[in-house]
């Protein structure tokens, strides 16, 4: 059948299931704007406040769901304006389609209007991307990108496509959706060498990340662990692969993370590193990092392998399909004087902080909002103070339900990310949890949910400076509070109710209950302005290049 170019998008993202784009309009995307009015009872578009919320939301999408993402922008600035969310997903290993129009083909090059290279600007943050020159292309193409975001080590990918492309006309012929046939061949001798190596130790370590949670390989390293007997630390991408209830999980690791599992790294005699990267929010200091370990790596890119750490033993496959082979060459086993040691650790090392509910302290905050959400709500996240309190304290016991930036920490994550799962979920809930920095980032995207009626609860730590920036200048810097005292006359209420939404100001745990029960209720987004103090820290904490002896714990 003889289709243009806009029609054959349409039709070759439905073919890979896309029911769902964020985006925002201009001339060189017109005709594909018109293809989706035609389209519309096919896939849902989503109108956001900016660009950059759209690659966010789709992005949030994404990591709910476990599919690919799909956002769609203009040329020049619209597209433009995307970098920064494919960038997040770069750096999170999130499957993300980032479609862009540019100007017609006889126009590249010559400076016109609204013209970038935006392949070349996204070239260092995509997986792949392609320049579509010829509609007859353009299926294929879609096909690839959903397939190469999908497959391996996921990513995201951008498809730029001329504005003559999407009226050209040609032969369009239906396919299935992608298919992405990876098995990733576990050798005996590799099963057998790290089965030995966990069999010889005797105070074993695993230490997961986000690989993990794609390949949802949470129920495998579950079995592994309680068969062998070993305790596990998790980076803040893993989060919810295992139920916080787990006793022989130590819960974070890193630079944040909990003292007994920084302790029980560096006693370590074996570090099983499952899907994670050794960032340098983990190995802190990679000379000093499990000093006295074997260090076995398995991940699903090779690249990875001796990138940050330099390691004993290495497998290239993902998790799940590593973790299931292994398991059967793995003995039952008991390591009760190691985990004697850790529990000792955990009763006399970790971080208790103290209650006081006429106050808002951050973990009582956080204890509040998990006792009336549930288990099954979603909790997005922006990067500051917060968030990484929100990862301290979390009880997020489901994968994919906790969203946070994790490699490229972008401010202004968080409401776009909580719109992409709200949207994916309308029967979640769904909190943004944010500090009163990051939500002044991309804040305008609250019009959106207030158009679709997305009942986004944003819980804002608001302590009137860029907390987690004006720590370090308290720690580091003499308390040399360079540019993080806000002074911001910000009026949270008056801002939810000007885009028509609600708002809520707390200042005690009472009042924070009040206001979650009143939000709880609505429909559409609400607004918490919770005060907090702004000499409050993120505890413990390992200084940038310091070891477990530096920790800072009061």
């Known amino acids: 059948m003889i289709k243009n170019g806009s029609d054959i998008l349409i039709e070759a993202l439905v073919e890979q299931g896309v029911d769902t784009i964020f985006g925002y309009p201009g001339g060189a995307v017109l005709n594909i704007y018109d293809a989706l009015y035609k389209n519309s009872d096919r896939i849902r578009h989503i109108l956001t406040a900016h660009e950059q919320g759209a690659a966010h939301a789709a992005d949030g999408y994404a990591r709910a769901t476990g599919k690919v993402g799909v956002c769609l922008a203009t040329s020049g600035p619209g597209a433009t304006n995307l970098v920064t969310g494919i960038a997040t997903a770069y750096m999170d290993s999130i499957p993300m389609v980032a479609i862009t129009g540019n100007v017609g083909t006889s126009l590249i090059g010559r400076d016109s209007f609204q013209e970038v290279y935006i392949a070349g600007i996204t070239m260092p943050i995509t997986k792949h991307n392609f320049v579509v020159r010829h509609v007859e ?9 959903f397939r190469i975001a999908s497959s391996g080590r996921p990513g995201p990918v951008l498809i730029d496509i001329p504005k003559d492309v999407t ?62 007997d ?3 630390a998790h980076t803040m ?13 130590l819960g974070l690791v890193g630079m944040h993370g909990t003292v007994s599992a920084a302790w029980a790294v560096e006693r370590s005699d074996l570090l099983i590193c499952i899907g994670a ?3 340098d929010r983990v190995a ?18 090779a690249a990875e392998i001796n990138k940050n750490i330099g390691v004993d033993y290495s497998v290239v496959s993902d998790a799940e399909n590593f973790l299931e082979a292994l398991l059967p060459y793995i003995k039952e086993a008991k390591h009760d004087a190691w985990r004697a040691q850790i529990a000792e650790w955990r009763k006399t090392l970790d971080y208790v902080p103290q209650d006081d509910d006429s106050v808002i302290h951050p973990h009582q905050l956080l204890r509040t909002l998990y006792d009336m959400i549930g288990d099954d709500a979603i909790v997005a996240t922006d990067v500051g103070q917060h968030q990484l309190w929100s ?6 016991r489901k994968v994919r339900h906790f969203l946070t930036s994790g490699g490229l920490g ?22 943004h949890i944010t500090g009163d920095g990051s939500f002044h980032m991309n804040l305008n995207e609250l019009c959106t949910s207030v158009s679709y009626n997305l009942p986004i609860i944003t819980i804002i730590m608001n302590n009137n400076v860029l907390g987690n920036v004006r720590q370090w200048q308290t720690m580091f810097y003499g308390r040399r509070y360079s540019q993080t005292d806000l002074y911001r006359k910000t009026d949270y209420i008056k801002l939810a109710e000007a885009f028509g939404g609600r708002g809520f100001r707390v200042t005690n745990i009472a009042e924070l209950r009040a206001a979650l029960s009143d939000a709880l209720q609505r429909t559409g987004p609400v607004l918490i302005d919770c005060r907090i103090d702004k000499d409050e820290r993120v505890l413990p904490m390992i200084p940038a290049g310091g070891t477990v002896d530096d920790i800072v714990a009061d």
């Open 237 to 249: 991408m893993a989060i919810g692969c295992i139920p916080d209830t787990e006793p022989l999980s």
């Open 284 to 301: 802190t200091n990679p000379r000093r990092f499990a000093p006295k370990a074997k260090i076995v790596h398995i991940d699903i890119d």
């Open 137 to 145: 292309e353009l299926a294929e193409t879609i096909r690839d990108a």
């Open 167 to 228: 009226s050209a006309e040609c032969e369009y012929v239906p396919a299935g959706k992608a298919e992405v046939n990876e098995t990733y061949e576990v050798t005996t001798e590799e099963l057998e060498t790290v089965a030995a190596m966990i069999a010889q130790s005797e105070r074993p370590i695993i230490y997961y990340g986000g690989g993990v949670e794609t390949a949802n390989a949470g129920a495998a390293l579950l079995e592994l662990m309680r068969k062998a």
């Open 410 to 431: 972008t401010m202004g994550f968080g409401y776009g990310a909580a719109m992409g799962a709200q949207v994916a979920f309308p029967e979640k809930t769904v909190v």
């Open 230 to 232: 070993i305790p596990s």
């Open 277 to 279: 990267r050794f960032s």
């Open 391 to 396: 990862a301290q304290y979390n009880r997020c």
